[in-house]
């Protein structure tokens, strides 16, 4: 799986590396490539999983802001309901393609 923008790749992992979260693909977090992200101020919180830190996707000059979010410690109980540990993988949205 990949995770582009703007004609670069912002993350790849197999398939069975990644995982699901309501419709979601979240990257492992080795996966991401650093020099496309740069740490976003913003946050937001879900009620089972728990507060999400967000990136900007920055390619060639251009950014997206808050284009891809992870859950750095998520709340007790969610890696129960996920299935497995989560806790820094990286999922996007604004327009990053996942495929």
């Known amino acids: 799986m990949k995770a582009s923008w703007n004609g670069q790749v912002i993350a790849s992992a ?17 996966s991401l490539n650093d020099s496309l992200v740069a740490e976003s101020d913003a946050t937001t919180t879900c009620p089972w999983k728990g507060e999400a830190h967000y990136f900007d996707v920055v390619v060639d000059g251009k950014t997206n802001k808050d284009a891809a979010w992870y859950y750095p410690e998520p709340k007790d109980g969610s890696e129960d309901t996920v299935g497995k540990p989560f806790a820094g993988y990286v999922a996007f949205w604004n327009g990053v393609e996942v495929e």
Do not use: R
Not at 14 to 30: A, H, L, Q, R, W
């Open 14 to 30: 197999k398939y069975e590396d990644t995982v699901s979260i309501e419709g979601n693909s979240y990257f492992p977090p080795e």
